[in-house]
């Protein structure tokens, strides 16, 4: 659960909550395409840095911990098995040189990037605002609607399933006992209430949704209108810039970018 | 018996819905554990069964702490009606749904028919028996809840918020189904904030308001009590607001039910003649 | 002047072999605050559903007879139409509310009627003051208490104007001191703005002071129609199980014992001072 805590949106105005998830969208797709271009070390510490600005400004850190610590898990294992299956599976095995080593945490440390930028994305952008990006980004409204209502229900579905559960286990049922299928079959009787209840539930929304004219006009207008502000620009501008110099030392100085291991021998030569 | 020996209870999310509640129900009692909704009331009572256990305390259901047996342990002693009964219908049947307990508890075939049968009786289902639960009514699909967990006799039997979505005579039927169990020496604990139902049954009523019990009694001692109840944010009887409107009469406050207050302006206008 | 009228109304879901309404026919006037009660099952749900067009556009089935509501003939209007006249609160509040903040949803109905942003905005702040929510008007709805959800489902109604406002069961699963909040917020509604009320509801203790109009129904059929006093008291509503009111109960408990009170009581305060009357009396 605790990787989820991580991407839920908790309502604090900051700079970074008021921008449009729009210009967010596009900084966090800027950050993800930079981070699968390098597989160096150097330039992947660079991308989690640069975010670490945006965490604070935001005010989102102990959320954001949270995610990274709920991602740990995921981490360690890319960490091992890039580790192993290099080792193994390059032509002529190496022993464990600081290279490998430093490979192995690269890729680790592109994982973390991706979910650093999309848990930032995410626990600052109201799931309300994202729907309306959706919208005004000529998504159809029927989609953004049941993007958001799905959104919303989710806890609620979270909290009658765990009573559900309850009440089956008030009547003597034990989840966890029994083989692989008897443990599947166990939940037969917290999935059907749970179904039966949903589609009680989607059809007393549907009453209520007619009854407030749903469909009453193809022009729906809406309360809230996304405008691109200045710091929308701002974002925009960086985004862009870190973007096209990532592609420059791309196309350029792709080969030529140092592995820290190898920067840190001459130093280690010096001070002896 | 059950006793609750200080106990506290935060929810993962940190939130703290117990905090410090001592209370000792006898077997045989009949209790009603009232309050605002988000008292704590719920929580509670999940502690007697076990479906909860506290993070400071320790509750003893006939001498044992819940934090030795599993919850299908202590269901046995401890029935739990959920306040609502489509959490918990899944069967084909009302009979089947009536055996699901007694199958988990592992029940000798012989015997879930007679405790099927029985408990249909109860509640005057039999005609339901091979019927779907989803077909009855709000009504009827209560009283399937409530013989389900009557089927295999427990000794202490917890109604969680019976009455919500009850017509008047259907709380009437309860009312004294619930009457009955309890003649039968059966322990029961009712958590309602309906206070005018409460008041008819006139049993043992905690107050709780904020995690803890405000207060513990009988309930026209406690339900008549103004500033008591005005605390846990609930509305006092009608009979009870009445008759603290006249209490300049020289009239019992203690009065919850229409019958004892008929009973006591009669005597009162006889006296004066 | 009459702002529902219905004559004859029967009316079957689709699929069952027996009627939900049976020859309703009532009349309830503008500005009239009605109390509409009786058995689980007994229609009320149905016959509210038919005000706003729900019954028969959404769920089907037979209608025979007429509904005419502000004038405008039910069958005959799309559900988008009447919407905008009749509001209808029902009695989950979770169920009701789809948006992430309480503003968003107040909107939900006026966006659909494509009414300019800010009319929209105008008439979300009055609705949210008119029901005493504005300090949570950013909050999600699914974070609030059962009582605040129900003043928020009550606004998004209020947003669109009705000149009817319909509430089934609102406070059902409320505890007492949010169904008091409701109640005061729905009588408010009805005195101030002269907004028609039908409120659904079993629980008269609470609820049924505010009525000047009373219907009772049994079985698909209205069984009683008319002024609450008489309703309440009337031997007739005790066995169709009428939860009346105990301040009434006690007015007709003491009757049967041979002490009358002058007035029959609604609510603990009336009967309070007609006991006093009585008891001061000797």
Redesign the interface.
């Known amino acids: 659960m605790s990787v989820f805590e991580g991407f839920k949106f908790r ?1 604090v105005y900051s700079p970074i909550h008021q921008l449009d998830p729009r210009v967010k969208f596009f900084y966090v797709l800027a950050i993800f395409v930079i981070a699968i271009m390098f597989n160096q070390l150097l330039p992947l510490i660079l991308l989690f840095l640069i975010q670490l600005p945006f965490v604070f400004i935001a005010g989102v850190q102990r959320e954001w911990i949270r995610s990274l610590r709920g991602a740990l898990l995921f981490a360690t294992m890319i960490f091992v098995f890039n580790f192993v299956f290099t080792y193994f599976w390059t032509e002529y095995p190496l022993l464990p040189s600081p290279s490998l080593l430093e490979h192995s945490i690269a890729m680790t440390l592109r994982f973390i990037v991706l979910v650093e930028s999309f848990s930032v994305f995410f626990l600052t952008t ?3 605002h994202l ?1 309306l990006a959706l919208e005004q980004s000529h998504v159809p409204y029927e989609f953004c ?1 049941a993007f ?2 799905a ?3 989710v ?2 579905l979270a909290e ?1 399933a765990q ?2 559960m ?9 989840l966890e006992r029994g083989n692989f299928i008897k443990k599947v079959k166990n939940y ?2 917290v999935l ?2 749970l179904i ?2 949903a589609i ?2 989607s059809l ?14 193809k ?7 996304l405008r691109m502000k200045r710091g929308d620009y701002v974002l925009i501008l960086i985004s862009a810039t870190i973007l096209i110099l990532a592609a420059y030392f791309w196309i350029f100085y792709r080969e030529q970018i140092p592995l820290l291991s190898s920067l840190l021998i001459p130093l280690r030569l010096a001070a002896a | 018996m059950i006793e609750a020996r200080n106990i506290h209870f935060t929810y993962p999310n940190g939130v703290e819905a117990l905090s410090g509640v001592s209370v000792e129900v006898k077997t045989g009692e009949f209790m009603a554990i009232m309050g605002q909704n988000g008292a704590g009331k719920t929580t509670l009572v ?1 502690h007697i ?1 076990g ?1 909860l256990k506290p993070t400071k305390g320790e509750v003893l259901v006939n001498g044992t702490s819940t934090k030795k047996v ?3 342990k202590l ?2 002693e401890v ?2 009606v ?1 306040q ?1 009964p ?5 069967c084909e049947t009302v009979e089947e749904e009536v055996a ?2 007694l199958r ?2 592992n029940f000798s075939k012989q015997l879930i028919k007679k405790r099927v049968t029985w408990a249909l009786n109860l509640l005057s289902l039999t005609q339901y028996r091979q019927t779907s639960p ?1 077909m009855l009514s709000g009504g009827e699909r209560k009283r399937v809840a409530l013989a ?2 009557l089927a ?1 006799n427990p000794d202490i039997v917890i109604l969680d918020e019976p009455t919500i979505g009850q017509d008047h005579q259907q709380k009437e039927k309860l009312r004294q189904f619930i009457v009955q169990l309890n003649t039968q020496g059966k322990t029961v604990i009712i958590v309602t904030h309906d206070v005018e139902f409460v008041a008819e049954c006139n049993p043992r009523v905690a107050l709780m308001v904020q995690g803890k019990i405000l207060a513990d009694g009988p309930a026209n001692k406690i339900l008549t009590n103004r500033d008591l109840v005005a605390q846990a944010s609930i509305v006092p009887p009608q009979i009870s607001q009445i008759f603290f409107e006249l209490s300049d009469q020289d009239l019992p406050q203690d009065i919850i039910n229409v019958y004892d207050a008929r009973d006591v302006i009669i005597k009162r206008l006889e006296a004066s003649t | 002047m009459a702002i529902i009228e219905t004559a004859n109304l029967t009316y079957t879901y689709p699929g069952s072999t027996r009627s939900s309404l049976q020859d309703v026919t009532i009349e309830i006037k503008k500005g009239e605050f009605v109390v509409l009660t009786g058995p689980s099952g007994c229609g009320k749900t149905t016959l509210c559903r038919c005000f ?1 067009g ?1 019954v028969p556009h ?1 769920y089907g089935g037979e209608l025979q007879g007429d509904v005419t509501v502000t004038g405008l003939n039910v069958t005959q209007q ?4 009447l ?2 006249h009749v ?2 609160v ?1 009695q ?1 509040p ?8 309480v ?2 949803d107040v ?11 800010d009319e ?2 105008k008439r ?1 702040d009055w609705a949210l003051r008119m029901t005493g929510i504005t300090n949570i008007r ?5 974070e609030l208490s059962g009582g605040q959800q129900q003043r928020v489902a009550i606004a ?2 209020l947003a ?1 104007q009705p000149d009817v406002m319909i509430l089934d069961e609102p406070t059902s699963f409320l505890d007492p001191v949010g169904a008091q909040k409701i109640f005061d917020v729905i009588s408010r509604l009805n005195k101030d703005l002269g907004i028609t009320t039908i409120l659904v509801e079993h629980r008269l203790d609470l609820a049924g002071k505010f009525a000047n109009h009373v219907i009772v129904m049994d079985e698909g059929k209205v069984m009683l129609d008319g002024e609450p006093r008489g309703i309440f008291t009337s031997e007739d509503a005790r066995l169709i199980g009428v939860g009346i009111p105990k301040a009434t109960r006690l007015y007709q408990v003491l009757r049967e014992k041979g002490v009358s009170l002058k007035r029959i009581p609604m609510n603990p305060e009336e009967a309070a001072r007609s006991l006093r009357e009585v008891l001061t009396l000797d």
């Not at chain 3, 799309?78 to 139409?81: L, N, P, Q, Y």
């Not at chain 3, 979770?94 to 903040?101: G, T, V």
């Open positions: 309502r109201s799931p309300d729907g609607f958001t209502t959104v919303r229900f806890p609620v009658e009573t559900i309850d009440a089956q286990k008030a009547r003597g049922l034990e037969i009787p059907i209430p039966v209840s009680r539930r007393e929304l549907a009453e209520a949704m007619e009854s407030r004219a749903w469909g009453a006009t022009k729906r207008t809406n309360l809230y209108v | 999940k069964n479906l599993s919850v299908a269901s046995r029935g739990f959920f609502n489509d959490h918990q219908l899944f699901f307990a988990n508890f989803f389900s967990v295999w | 706003n729900l959404f799309a559900i988008c139409d919407a905008q509001g209808l029902f989950s979770e169920n009701q509310l789809f948006a992430l903040s503003e968003k909107a939900f109905g006026l966006e659909n009627l494509g009414i300019p942003r929209i905005q979300v950013e909050r999600a709805p699914h998004c109604v669109m």
